[in-house]
């Protein structure tokens, strides 16, 4: 039996007894780090052990380790640290091993394909031998001859774990046409890490009515796959369109290697009085309480958090239709969607938003009730404890 009589909220779980460890190997904080960290702490009242196991890659600037390990200590978990100089070390995976039977570990949860590998060596030498949770990530490198070594690991580790998760169906779909590996698949849709203020959808309906000018955000890294380029040219159709280009204006919140070419993409397109670059926001419950609109232009996507974000605060979202997207928004209800890369999809849709302030607090309020029905963290946490338990039961 791998739980006892204690009930576990309103799915009527019961708490499980079992051992759970979150293992990532990195030397800098990002959005896997966010998410084991995250799930770490939610399930550390709900299982008998809750640890984060983190390889620490040496390799990475002592600055970018020592941010990481701010960050973490933030979540107050329990954690096993794992210093490693190399691409591979024999010791880790024995160190790993002595630590799995020691916290009596019986399902590692890990979150990139490096993890796995580690894993799978530990397992193997390890006396308990725990069930190994594989979660995909992102995105995969660009297929060039310097990335097969890479495909290959991380084809290796699909076969290696015991079970993969997928953050949005779009990222399991292709796994799923494998046999082999077609029984392993299953699909846990990202959640928000924190409750949505209970205060946000009144907060939007003041501000769709009084709003002026309407603020347009864009929240996440400043690279290619986001297609920020795109949004800028929006806002040019629209200064051209608008009858009053004051009305309306764009924040541009986040970092990235793109930053410069944007700055000078808005000065060639003129509108730099109605596009600000605000860089890197540590309070983001404040800006997105600032905001009227969010923006994701990406061509491609998982379930992004800026989206989930952006629901929690009532905010009405217009998204690219790609990737894990299709399944948080149902067009014209929770959001809006357009082709990938359609500008004028983009403009119109914009336009319909900034003209309508009903309607952006419509949409807001049907996102904000989406949110609290599919992607709260609590919903997240029950739905990765019923895989656990399922898993250990058909071992």
């Given at each position: 039996?791998?739980f006892?009589?204690?009930?576990?909220?309103?799915?009527?779980?019961?708490?499980?007894?079992?051992s759970?460890?979150?293992?990532?190997f990195?030397?800098?904080f990002?959005?896997r780090?966010?998410?084991?960290c995250?799930l770490?702490g939610?399930?550390?009242?709900?299982?008998r052990t809750?640890l984060?196991?983190?390889?620490?890659?040496n390799?990475?600037s002592?600055?970018?380790r020592?941010?990481?390990?701010k960050k973490?200590e933030l979540?107050?978990?329990?954690?096993?640290?794992?210093a490693?100089?190399k691409r591979?070390?024999?010791?880790?995976v024995?160190?790993i091993a002595?630590?799995i039977d020691e916290?009596?570990i019986?399902?590692?949860?890990?979150?990139?394909?490096k993890?796995?590998?580690?894993?799978?060596?530990?397992?193997?030498?390890a006396?308990?031998?725990?069930?190994?949770?594989?979660?995909?990530?992102?995105?995969?490198v660009?297929?060039s001859?310097?990335?097969?070594p890479?495909?290959l690991?991380?084809l290796?580790?699909?076969?290696?774990?015991?079970?993969?998760?997928?953050?949005?169906?779009?990222?399991t779909?292709?796994?799923?046409?494998i046999?082999?590996?077609?029984?392993?698949?299953?699909?846990?849709?990202?959640?928000?890490?924190k409750t949505a203020?209970?205060?946000?959808?009144?907060h939007?309906?003041g501000?769709?009515?009084?709003a002026q000018?309407v603020?347009?955000?864009?929240?996440?890294?400043?690279?290619?796959?986001?297609?920020?380029?795109l949004l800028?040219h929006a806002?040019q159709?629209?200064?051209?369109t608008?009858?009053?280009?004051?009305?309306f204006?764009?924040i541009?919140?986040?970092?990235?290697?793109?930053l410069e070419?944007?700055?000078?993409?808005?000065?060639?397109?003129?509108i730099c009085?109605?596009?600000?670059?605000?860089?890197?926001?540590?309070?983001?419950?404040?800006?997105?309480r600032s905001?009227d609109?969010?923006?994701?232009?990406?061509?491609?996507?998982?379930?992004?958090?800026?989206?989930l974000e952006?629901?929690?605060h009532?905010?009405p979202v217009?998204?690219?239709?790609?990737?894990g997207?299709?399944?948080?928004?149902?067009?014209?209800?929770?959001?809006?969607?357009?082709p990938k890369?359609?500008?004028?999809?983009l403009?119109?849709?914009?336009?319909?938003l900034?003209?309508?302030?009903?309607?952006r607090l419509?949409?807001g309020k049907?996102?904000?009730?989406?949110?609290?029905?599919?992607?709260t963290?609590?919903?997240?946490?029950?739905?990765?404890?019923?895989?656990?338990?399922s898993?250990?039961e058909?071992?």
């Amino acid at each position: 039996m791998y739980f006892n009589e204690v009930i576990l909220g309103k799915f009527n779980l019961k708490r499980a007894s079992v051992s759970v460890a979150q293992v990532s190997f990195s030397g800098l904080f990002g959005g896997r780090e966010a998410v084991a960290c995250s799930l770490a702490g939610l399930l550390s009242s709900h299982v008998r052990t809750s640890l984060l196991y983190l390889i620490i890659e040496n390799r990475t600037s002592e600055q970018k380790r020592e941010e990481m390990l701010k960050k973490i200590e933030l979540f107050d978990l329990s954690r096993r640290l794992f210093a490693i100089d190399k691409r591979f070390s024999m010791k880790i995976v024995e160190e790993i091993a002595q630590a799995i039977d020691e916290d009596g570990i019986r399902i590692l949860h890990c979150h990139c394909y490096k993890s796995v590998i580690f894993a799978w060596l530990a397992r193997v030498k390890a006396k308990q031998k725990p069930r190994i949770v594989f979660t995909l990530h992102g995105l995969p490198v660009s297929l060039s001859l310097r990335s097969i070594p890479v495909y290959l690991a991380h084809l290796a580790s699909l076969f290696a774990a015991d079970s993969i998760v997928g953050c949005c169906a779009a990222r399991t779909d292709l796994l799923r046409r494998i046999p082999v590996l077609r029984r392993k698949v299953s699909v846990i849709q990202n959640a928000l890490m924190k409750t949505a203020s209970d205060t946000c959808c009144d907060h939007q309906s003041g501000r769709a009515v009084a709003a002026q000018p309407v603020r347009i955000g864009f929240v996440g890294r400043l690279s290619t796959e986001k297609n920020i380029p795109l949004l800028l040219h929006a806002m040019q159709h629209l200064k051209k369109t608008a009858g009053n280009p004051h009305s309306f204006e764009c924040i541009i919140a986040g970092e990235g290697e793109l930053l410069e070419m944007l700055k000078s993409l808005a000065k060639e397109l003129n509108i730099c009085e109605m596009v600000t670059f605000a860089g890197f926001v540590r309070n983001t419950d404040e800006l997105y309480r600032s905001l009227d609109i969010l923006v994701l232009t990406s061509d491609y996507e998982g379930i992004p958090m800026c989206i989930l974000e952006g629901m929690s605060h009532g905010l009405p979202v217009v998204a690219s239709a790609v990737g894990g997207i299709v399944e948080m928004i149902r067009d014209g209800v929770d959001g809006i969607l357009f082709p990938k890369g359609d500008l004028d999809r983009l403009v119109s849709s914009l336009t319909e938003l900034i003209a309508d302030p009903e309607k952006r607090l419509k949409v807001g309020k049907n996102g904000y009730r989406r949110f609290l029905t599919d992607f709260t963290p609590e919903m997240w946490r029950d739905k990765h404890l019923r895989h656990y338990l399922s898993l250990l039961e058909n071992a």
